[in-house]
């Protein structure tokens, strides 16, 4: 008996598959299902396969333990389990997608870690940056996907695959620019795939990967925590697992502040499950520096409200500086031995960081106090060039008309979003810390010194070669773009450069024309955002051609410059 119900539950898992595949076809195909049956009793028998053969699962992990079948990972799937017969009383076409989400995982697991006897994971963990552009266009791939479905669009309608392709894209890398009203477009499935997809960009996919695995009892080698080092901006003070459990303890805890903190502004306004919709997914998307916003006009509406203009800048603030830096903060505060200083990251990037939103907080000030400002009061003033400055940088949102700023205030802000956030954090561009080492090597050159000095500290030379090839690579990467879009676009010259810098620096600031991109302006625009997201020097490790070291040095000449 014994034997025939092991075989019986062994098949389990094949037939899991079979029916994520059918899951997926209900999703997607719910107009032709609805023609020949009743779709809403397709969904629901769908819906109770995936939880039955989720219970089956969970039977053959705790009867016949293979080398898979952690404790861990029983205890994950009954927490699924329960989610989604609670689901299952709501909406059964969110428990489809739930438990969908799972078995993704589960084949991505199998073909890394068990096809062909681990080889692509072995191939992957040897090239970490092949690894992290991959993995972002695995994702991108599946929200394309997810938002395809009728089920996504609130008309019940299947979306275009370039605007598909854009907004997951957007979302993924965290930038905010879209082509369809997100809160009027997209039903609450396609929001919540939306949120997702925030929460898994502005992570780090290989950071959510790698908790995925530990959680599921999956060992992790030297190569992929070397990943995990570049992925959240290199430590050596805290191995793996402990660096993952305080960065998914301060995500959750910031978002949770954050959407407590809305939430008391929004609920003035909205009904009480509609306010707490609503200010999860803000600050959500505050935190990844995301952009992203269920309201119309932004958060312009809202541009009168102590709460709004300075929860939302410090959520962006939070995500924006580094998960290193905010352990570094929390360590230096909270811990009990007080000698211990902030690292020169910290530092580097927490003075950076201030600066900028100073000078571009007085920038704004000046330059839109008779334009887009003109008739605010003075708290007005000062709390939207705060918001501006601070949003300008990473994160998208705006309370104020971007497509009224003047030109001084657009280039400014095109400034401040090449500069972008800081490494290992939910935002793009060249990164503060890379401006940083460029601003200190013209403080050298000036003060007649051969080395880089800051606090007390000497920078390498590597990394100011680093940040140089960055911001070269960077405008090479823009100038290119910018010039293709001027050949297939009809908009203004500033327009078209404001759109470049705002996708690539992950911002999601827009003059307006985003919604009216032809579809091979989309398609740059798309390119730029992945680009500007996973970096241009990741681009260049990936596909640089590996040599072997050699002992011959080459005889030095100098050459003029400038």
């Known amino acids: 008996m014994r034997k025939y119900l092991q075989l019986i539950l062994g098949q389990v898992e094949a037939a899991a598959y079979l029916l994520a595949v059918w899951s997926l076809l209900v999703l997607f195909l719910e107009p032709v299902i609805s023609y020949y049956s009743d779709f809403r009793a397709v969904q629901s028998f769908t819906a109770a396969a995936n939880l039955l053969l989720l219970a089956l699962a969970i039977l053959n992990r705790l009867l016949f ?87 996504a669009s609130s008309q019940n309608r299947v979306t275009p695959f370039i605007d598909a392709l854009f907004t997951s894209t957007s979302a993924t890398c965290v930038t905010g620019l879209i082509v369809v009203d997100t809160g009027k477009y997209f039903s609450q499935f396609g929001q919540i795939v939306i949120l997702i997809l925030l929460q898994i960009g502005g992570l780090g996919i290989m950071t959510v990967s790698t908790a995925f695995a530990l959680l599921l009892g999956r060992n992790i080698d030297l190569k992929l925590k070397n990943v995990m080092d570049q992925m959240v901006g290199g430590t050596n003070r805290i191995n793996v697992a402990e660096l993952l459990k305080n960065i998914v303890l301060v995500t959750v805890i910031l978002e949770l502040i954050g959407a407590l903190l809305l939430f008391s502004r929004f609920h003035q306004d909205l009904s009480l499950h509609r306010a707490i919709y609503v200010s999860v997914f803000h600050s959500i998307s505050a935190f990844c520096n995301a952009g992203f916003s269920l309201f119309s006009d932004n958060l312009a509406g809202f541009r009168d409200s102590a709460v709004v203009s300075l929860a939302v800048p410090l959520l962006i603030f939070l995500g924006g500086i580094g998960f290193t830096v905010i352990i570094d903060l929390f360590r230096f505060f909270f811990k009990r031995d007080k000698v211990r ?129 960055l911001v070269f690579l960077s405008a090479v990467i823009l100038f290119v773009i ?81």
Do not use: C
Not at 83 to 91: C, K, R, S, V
Not at 140 to 150: D, H, Q, S
Not at 434 to 440: E, H, I, N, P
Not at 492 to 510: C, M, N, Q, Y
């Open 65 to 151: 333990k293979d080398e898979r079948g952690t404790q861990k990972a029983i205890v994950l799937d009954v927490i699924m389990l329960v989610a989604g017969l609670l689901l299952m009383t709501y909406n059964a076409r969110f428990v489809i997608f739930f438990l969908l989400i799972r078995q993704t995982y589960f084949i991505l697991d199998f073909i890394l870690f068990r096809f062909s006897k681990g080889r692509v994971y072995k191939w992957l963990a040897g090239n970490p940056p092949v690894t992290v552009m991959l993995s972002f266009l695995v994702v991108i791939f599946i929200g394309t996907v997810l938002l395809m479905l009728p089920v």
């Open 341 to 469: 200083k902030l690292s020169l990251h910290s530092k580097i990037v927490l003075t950076t960081s201030g600066i900028l939103i100073l000078i571009g907080m007085i920038a704004y000030f000046v330059m839109e106090y008779q334009g887009t400002m003109k008739g605010f009061g003075i708290h007005q003033r000062l709390l939207s060039s705060f918001f501006q400055s601070v949003t300008t940088r990473t994160a998208g949102f705006n309370t104020i008309d971007i497509g009224a700023l003047s030109k001084g205030a657009l280039l400014v802000s095109m400034v401040l979003m090449f500069i972008g956030a800081s490494p290992g954090s939910t935002g793009g561009g060249i990164k503060t810390s890379t401006f940083s080492v460029l601003g200190l090597m013209m403080v050298s050159l000036l003060k007649g010194k051969r080395d880089i000095s800051v606090f007390k500290r000497r920078i390498p030379l590597m990394d100011f070669r680093e940040a140089a090839g």
């Open 482 to 562: 910018v010039v293709l879009l001027l050949q297939v676009e009809p908009f203004s010259f500033d327009k078209i450069l404001f759109e470049a810098f705002s996708a690539f620096g992950t911002v999601g600031l827009s003059t307006g024309i985003t919604s009216s991109l032809s579809p091979w302006g989309r398609i740059l625009i798309t390119i730029l955002m992945y680009l500007g997201r996973i970096g241009p020097l990741t681009v260049i490790y990936a596909f640089a051609i590996r040599s072997r070291k050699t002992n011959i040095n080459y005889a030095e000449e100098t050459i003029a410059i400038g």
